[in-house]
């Protein structure tokens, strides 16, 4: 009944349609597909164009360039309904192309960068990963090591990449990299990298605890010669886009995640309902009760902040301090419920077998991935001037 609600006062018929060819999409192409997808990796280059193909990866784009041209409502409604897959593993993926690799190519990018490499990832013909975390520097851009030489027309890069999603399968990246040693933040600048350029490697397969859907790579460059076209806005701005393109992969977070939390407490209230335990369901405990109540509250909250944050967006408004709210509350919150889902289930919980171990192992990353906890929690005293 509430999320009716929710759908009355925030969606309108459009926005419903949206809603179940994603639903649709989800149920037909991906969820039969994960476990297999979890012991081998999800095929993006196939599952993007198919994405591709009913204009979901350019929601928010130019349609000049394949886009949708639609406003942040339309962009909640597939996050929504992303939150759905069986597994946090392809969500992140798909949001990597929409939220967090293509962002700064659309709105800082060149007409020969739209053309050549946002048109293509839109119609899913082309994966993108965003590159920025490296061996020794992750949450903390500014210590980034990897530097690009401007030599001539090129430019040269040189330097290693970890924890990127899609790395082994993305044809280019978007990439920061310093491009000076002056101090300061007007030191980094943001490159396309095709991944087909000599030089550049896919140094290993990372094995991750959870995400076993999405494939995540360490990236070694070697004097990779890139067109100095290449380069995204204006050499030295690259910090700045970056954190402005932050926000959108940090929002792209929390749809999907209270509605995958909304999920994992379906799939456990129908569970405790038939397991029996001393002559009862275990539904009429009322700690178990109680718990699940305090969830679906903590959800709600979470929706609203989330569309609160929409409303700020729609109006042109700077929204760092409350995405950064709920990015930190998010991480919290999917991690809580599923370790508190997983202990309803038991010891059929613990087996590989049943869902929510997956979901269980895929939260953990939440809190530490697209920005820790402890980064949120700075960016947040600083904006409130603490």
């Given at each position: ?75 909640t409604v597939f996050l929504e309904e992303l939150g759905h897959i069986h597994g946090l593993g392809v969500p992140v993926a798909i949001a990597v192309q929409t939220n967090m690799a293509t962002p700064a190519l659309n709105q800082f990018g060149s007409e020969y960068i739209k053309e050549t490499y946002l048109k293509k990832a839109i119609s899913g013909d082309m994966v ?212 508190g889902c997983l202990q309803m289930f038991g010891g059929m919980g613990f087996m590989n077998e049943t869902l929510i171990s997956r979901y269980y192992k895929d939260a953990r990353i939440m809190s530490i991935a697209g920005g820790a906890d402890e980064i949120m929690k700075d960016i947040i005293a600083k904006l409130e001037g603490y």
């Amino acid at each position: 009944m509430i999320q009716d609600n929710n759908s009355k006062l925030y969606f309108n018929e459009d926005h419903q349609l949206l809603r179940q060819t994603i639903s649709d999409f989800v149920k037909n192409e991906i969820n039969p597909n994960m476990d297999h997808w979890e012991e081998t990796t999800v095929p993006l280059h196939d599952l993007f164009k198919k994405l591709g193909d009913l204009g979901l990866l350019g929601i928010l784009y130019d349609p000049e360039y394949g886009g949708q041209g639609l406003d942040y409502w339309f962009e909640t409604v597939f996050l929504e309904e992303l939150g759905h897959i069986h597994g946090l593993g392809v969500p992140v993926a798909i949001a990597v192309q929409t939220n967090m690799a293509t962002p700064a190519l659309n709105q800082f990018g060149s007409e020969y960068i739209k053309e050549t490499y946002l048109k293509k990832a839109i119609s899913g013909d082309m994966v993108a990963a965003i590159a920025i975390s490296e061996p020794d520097a992750g949450s903390d851009v500014a210590a980034l090591r990897t530097k690009a030489v401007k030599d001539g027309n090129s430019y040269l890069i040189n330097g290693a990449k970890t924890y990127i999603t899609n790395g082994n399968q993305a044809d280019f990246l978007t990439l920061l990299a310093r491009t000076s040693d002056d101090p300061g933040h007007h030191c980094f600048s943001l490159f396309v990298v095709p991944t087909n350029t000599e030089g550049f490697s896919v140094s290993k397969k990372l094995d991750k605890v959870g995400l076993r859907s999405s494939d995540t790579a360490e990236l070694f460059l070697d004097n990779v010669r890139i067109p100095a076209k290449n380069l995204i806005g204006e050499e030295g701005l690259g910090f700045i886009y970056q954190m402005q393109q932050f926000q959108h992969e940090r929002f792209a977070a929390l749809p999907a995640l209270y509605t995958a939390a909304g999920d994992m407490i379906d799939m456990t209230v129908d569970y405790i309902k038939q397991r029996v335990v001393f002559g009862k369901p275990l539904i009429t405990k009322q700690v178990l009760r109680h718990r699940l109540v305090e969830w679906q509250t903590e959800i709600e909250a979470m929706r609203q902040l989330a569309y609160h944050i929409v409303r700020m967006k729609m109006s042109g408004l700077d929204a760092t301090r409350e995405v950064s709210m709920g990015k930190l509350l998010a991480g919290q919150m999917i991690t809580r419920v599923a370790d508190g889902c997983l202990q309803m289930f038991g010891g059929m919980g613990f087996m590989n077998e049943t869902l929510i171990s997956r979901y269980y192992k895929d939260a953990r990353i939440m809190s530490i991935a697209g920005g820790a906890d402890e980064i949120m929690k700075d960016i947040i005293a600083k904006l409130e001037g603490y």
